[in-house]
């Protein structure tokens, strides 16, 4: 079974639609135990993944009398609750009314429908407050409207390989490792340093049309809390980059991340694969699974504050999110994200959640 629930208990079949009632069963005693709450979260995970249709018959009983024991990641809310009732709506707005509630906010926003989306809108125009709980979801509120989402639904795993050498690249969809005068165009005045990813974005379902064939996950020499924001050229290439770092590397990170980058670090190529029954699903994520580094599409992570757009000022797409061990330089989660409006990106680097 691929399930390791996070608190250690042993995992629970999901085999059959009847597993599923077994498990919403349980879902009054883990509204008043936390740890039951938690490894019930990587069971639904799981569901999400495999069969999201057989949790179908529960969502109005669990999003309007079992909230408080329910659990998962956001992006499994996404699938799980896409398209739960008006009613559903209705309630989890009544119990957003007297302020942020994280667990009715998140379903709230998962269910995906006019409804839901319009109810999103509704709280964040009522509540400014609260904005910025639903951006780190990446759901945005524009102006006039309902809530969009700024992500596609899809998810899909990241696996990494190993190539052997850099011309060895030219030939994979997805390289890890480009000479950076492949991804930058003024190499003089960058401060681009490394290559970890590009990603042919017709790979990955439902995100936006975008000028050239591919975007670039890179980095300045800076280990987390760094944006790096960037145009495209003609070639798909970066230009007119800019790079925030909140807390520069002192003298011997400088001397470390310089030594990687003479050495050149290892090359690769990342495979993307959907979400199924071969992945481990632990703690709201996948990384237990062998040679995963991260996921492409699905919501982002959220644990830093998700970018806006630096010429239009709407929250950005999200593309991918992996860990730096996908080229190894720096520590932490690499992301990638593009406003197809503005053909501008933004790279940043988070440190562990």
Known sequence: MPIKPVNYMDPLPVER?????????????AC???????GLGDHFSYLAAVHP??????????????????????????????GAPDSCVEYLARRLHGGWDIMAGWTLAAIGTEAGLAAVAAHVRADGDVRRH?????????????AQYRFSPHRLAVFRRRVDDQAALDGEAHPVGLPLDRVVADLDSTPVTWHYLSLRLSDVPGLPDWPVERVHLV????????????????????????????????????????????????????DLRPYDADLVYCNGHIQL???V????????????????????????????????????????????FLCAECGLVTCNGTGWN
Not at 19 to 29: E, M, N, S, Y
Not at 32 to 38: A, P, V
């Open 293 to 336: 580094v991260g996921t492409a599409g699905g919501p982002p992570l959220g644990i830093y504050a998700n970018p806006h757009c630096r010429s239009c000022g709407r929250l950005q797409f999200h593309v991918v999110s992996v860990e730096h061990h996908v080229r190894d330089y720096g520590d932490g989660w690499r992301s990638l």
């Open 134 to 146: 639903y951006e780190e979801l990446g759901v945005w509120v524009p102006p006039d409207g309902p």
């Open 219 to 270: 980095s300045p020499r800076a280990n987390w809390d760094w944006t790096l924001m960037a145009g495209i050229d003609r070639q798909g290439r970066y230009r007119d980059v800019t790079a925030e770092i909140d807390d520069p590397p002192d003298e011997v990170d400088i001397e470390y991340f310089r030594h990687e980058e003479e050495s050149g670090g290892g090359y690769g190529a990342v």
């Open 53 to 82: 249709e057989w949790f179908a018959p529960y969502r109005e009983v669990v999003l309007t009398e079992l909230l408080d024991g329910f659990s998962g990641n956001f992006g499994d809310f996404c699938i799980l609750l896409h």
């Open 32 to 38: 008043e135990d936390g740890q039951l709450r938690r």
């Open 289 to 291: 699974t062998p040679d």
């Open 17 to 29: 639609p009847e597993d599923v009632a077994a498990l919403v069963g349980l879902l009054p005693r």
